[in-house]
């Protein structure tokens, strides 16, 4: 209760007490009624805490006056049985042209142990305290006989309130039974004790949660037991840095009006943190609404606990409708959230949205994936997938592909991705009213891999004629493809020398609109009796700057003047009794001039021994005559 008055009170003051603040602190026995049996003048602005001592069931005042208005505050406390007791009377006045704050105490209790403050009214500056003890042989301390618990993390700061009643008490702190607490350094933990706070904690760690009993002593360490000794009950958490973004799992994303819908939000953590989880609803009027309810669960999983709240929409309407938001605090007030958005819908509906439509992946990645999100309303029948040739995949047994889908996202993941993968790739998906596909294009970026002639080294070309020799090259970004020629008059021996093919030998192809896993094509015309020679086809772009892996390749240009470089000539037409000259004609870059005629008949083959038979030679072929 405050009361202003103008109560004029004996007080001894030093003589600048105009210029200051002052408290007086007068001490009484018994009733309200009583004549205070002392007085005492507390300097306000003195560094030395002033004390009151004062038995249970005393009456004691204490008066601040102060050139500004000043008001008092007092310890609060309550009872077992939830009454807070002990309240003081203060009256607030003017006297002698200094505001006085008067603080009346009446049957003081034990816990009206503490500081008594005086203070600036509407501010926290602090004009003047005095700390009272209220002795009670049956309570030595000001803890209201009450188990107290509390929860701090690694790194805080814990009072323990084991405060004594009389100043010629101490305190003795026990941890779990068994260990005593003494004021000092405990592992990295600094303890102190003060009696007007108790123990403080410094520092904390895990090691410091317990039990702890305070146990006051006397000076020569005898004192009939307490009826209860205080308990705290100190739980430390280990102090975190951030905590993970929460899992969300949803019935639906697209609900038909009047579906039961639920989604459940999770998150895995440590069993030494603990997480609040809550849903944050679109609208909050929908806190209200009797038809969404929210179920909590705590599981231990693999050495953690899986946290996680479901939140049940029943009968869901259009209101409903919009983004749900589920948060997760810890212990160390690290937050962080995930979302999802509920559409709901009278009308049948089909969206596929892809994560990307165009990819662009580096060398070296060792898996990517192709993801479409789903949003269906009936639900999805069947997904399947085309590969860039618009060929079904087929997972099963497939070393290049896997899928991973469920209603609401299907996932395409291509192992050991090459530039041959490139490709549009195209997701079809039916939910028994629409079919739509999406198409998402993937580039793969890396060294060009060049293929000349299909792949064959070499091959026999007749001089005679015109030939062309082709490239094909895979590689993204698009290289530039140029080639260079080497002579070989000794085949298998080539000059060490590369010419540049001239650019009249190249032949033009459009490659501008080429789909993306197909390759650039580039084309030489050899003219003819072109001399033999190695041919390669080069391909660069950005990454062949550093590296000549796979970006050349070659094939020998073999002039010869015999089909496939051995072949036999001889007349179209032979008619009965012509005479005919046939002819065998050998590379020289393959074979020898020892060579034989035989003569098979009848499946039997037999050397011609008696027949007319000459060697001729060119300068590309070796012949034998019959």
């Known amino acids: 209760m405050v009361l202003h008055s103008n109560l004029r009170l004996c007080m001894l003051l030093f003589p600048w007490i105009l210029l200051s603040s002052g408290l007086l602190v007068a001490g009484q026995e018994g009733s309200s009624t009583a004549t205070p049996t002392q007085e005492l003048v507390v300097d306000a602005l003195s560094t030395k805490d002033e004390e009151l001592v004062v038995d249970k069931g005393s009456n004691f005042t204490l008066t601040c006056r102060s050139i500004y208005p000043v008001n008092w505050t007092y310890p609060h406390y309550v009872t077992i049985d939830n009454e807070?007791?002990?309240?003081?009377?203060?009256?607030?006045?003017?006297?002698?042209?200094?505001?006085?704050?008067?603080?009346?105490?009446?049957?003081?209790?034990?816990?009206?142990?503490?500081?008594?403050?005086?203070?600036?009214?509407?501010?926290?500056?602090?004009?003047?305290?005095?700390?009272?003890?209220?002795?009670?042989?049956?309570?030595?301390?000001?803890?209201?006989?009450?188990?107290?618990?509390?929860?701090?993390?690694?790194?805080?700061?814990?009072?323990i309130p084991c405060r004594p009643t009389d100043p010629s008490l101490t305190v003795e702190?026990?941890?779990?039974?068994?260990?005593?607490?003494?004021?000092?350094?405990?592992?990295?933990?600094?303890?102190?004790?003060?009696?007007?706070?108790?123990?403080?904690?410094?520092n904390l760690s895990d090691k410091d949660s317990g039990t702890y009993v305070c146990t006051p002593m006397s000076a020569n360490r005898t004192l009939s037991p307490q009826k209860e000794v205080g308990t705290y009950i100190l739980f430390v958490y280990r102090k975190t840095s951030s905590i993970e973004k929460p899992h969300?799992?949803?019935?639906?994303?697209?609900?038909?009006?009047?579906?039961?819908?639920?989604?459940?939000?999770?998150?895995?953590?440590?069993?030494?943190?603990?997480?609040?989880?809550?849903?944050?609803?679109?609208?909050?009027?929908?806190?209200?609404?009797?038809?969404i309810h929210s179920e909590r669960l705590i599981n231990k999983v693999d050495g953690q606990y899986n946290t996680q709240v479901t939140l049940n929409i029943y009968n869901v309407n259009e209101e409903d409708e919009g983004e749900y938001i589920c948060q997760v605090v810890d212990q160390s007030n690290n937050k962080n959230s995930n979302k999802t958005t509920l559409r709901v819908t009278a009308h049948s509906v089909l969206d596929l949205i892809p994560a990307k439509t165009e990819y662009s992946v580096h060398p070296g990645v060792a898996n990517e994936e192709l993801v479409v999100n789903i949003?269906?309303?009936?639900?999805?029948?069947?997904?399947?997938?085309?590969?860039?040739?618009?060929?079904?995949?087929?997972?099963?047994?497939?070393?290049?592909?896997?899928?991973?889908?469920?209603?609401?996202?299907?996932?395409?993941?291509?192992?050991?991705?090459?530039?041959?993968d490139s490709g549009t790739y195209r997701l079809e998906v039916n939910n028994g009213v629409y079919t739509k596909s999406v198409l998402i294009s993937a580039t793969f970026n890396g060294i060009p891999e060049v293929i000349v002639n299909n792949g064959e080294t070499e091959k026999f070309y007749l001089t005679d004629n015109e030939h062309i020799i082709d490239c094909e090259v895979f590689g993204h970004p698009r290289p530039n493809i140029t080639w260079i020629s080497v002579p070989c008059p000794n085949y298998p021996l080539c000059l060490d020398r590369q010419e540049p093919v001239p650019l009249a030998m190249y032949v033009v192809h459009k490659n501008e609109e080429l789909p993306l896993h197909k390759p650039l094509k580039s084309s030489i015309r050899v003219p003819k009796h072109y001399e033999t020679a190695k041919f390669f086809c080069v391909a660069n772009n950005l990454y062949t700057q550093d590296s000549t892996e796979n970006r050349q390749n070659y094939t020998y240009?073999?002039?010869?003047?015999?089909?496939?470089?051995?072949?036999?000539?001889?007349?179209?037409?032979?008619?009965?009794?012509?005479?005919?000259?046939?002819?065998?004609?050998?590379?020289?870059?393959?074979?020898?001039?020892?060579?034989?005629?035989?003569?098979?008949?009848?499946?039997?083959?037999?050397?011609?021994?008696?027949?007319?038979?000459?060697?001729?030679?060119?300068?590309?072929s070796y012949w034998r005559h019959l």
């Open 375 to 420: 949003e269906s309303s009936p639900e999805v029948k069947y997904k399947q997938w085309y590969d860039y040739e618009d060929r079904l995949i087929i997972t099963q047994g497939s070393s290049k592909y896997t899928v991973t889908d469920n209603q609401f996202m299907s996932k395409l993941t291509i192992k050991r991705p090459n530039t041959r």
């Open 84 to 159: 807070e007791r002990s309240i003081p009377e203060i009256y607030l006045g003017v006297e002698d042209g200094l505001y006085i704050a008067k603080l009346a105490m009446y049957h003081a209790y034990f816990m009206d142990t503490g500081y008594f403050t005086c203070h600036q009214q509407n501010a926290d500056f602090l004009v003047a305290q005095v700390y009272v003890y209220v002795r009670d042989e049956d309570n030595f301390l000001a803890m209201n006989n009450t188990m107290i618990f509390n929860t701090k993390q690694q790194g805080d700061t814990v009072e």
């Open 248 to 291: 969300i799992t949803v019935s639906h994303k697209i609900a038909a009006v009047n579906a039961n819908v639920s989604l459940t939000c999770s998150i895995h953590h440590n069993l030494d943190v603990t997480v609040v989880l809550d849903w944050v609803l679109p609208d909050p009027r929908l806190n209200k609404s009797n038809h």
């Open 557 to 620: 240009f073999l002039a010869t003047e015999v089909e496939e470089g051995f072949n036999i000539v001889h007349p179209e037409l032979v008619v009965q009794t012509d005479n005919v000259t046939l002819s065998c004609g050998a590379s020289k870059y393959k074979y020898t001039s020892d060579f034989r005629w035989f003569l098979e008949k009848d499946g039997q083959q037999s050397e011609l021994l008696d027949a007319k038979e000459w060697n001729d030679e060119s300068t590309l």
């Open 173 to 202: 702190l026990f941890k779990d039974s068994e260990r005593i607490i003494k004021p000092g350094l405990h592992g990295g933990t600094k303890v102190s004790f003060d009696r007007r706070a108790g123990y403080t904690f410094a």
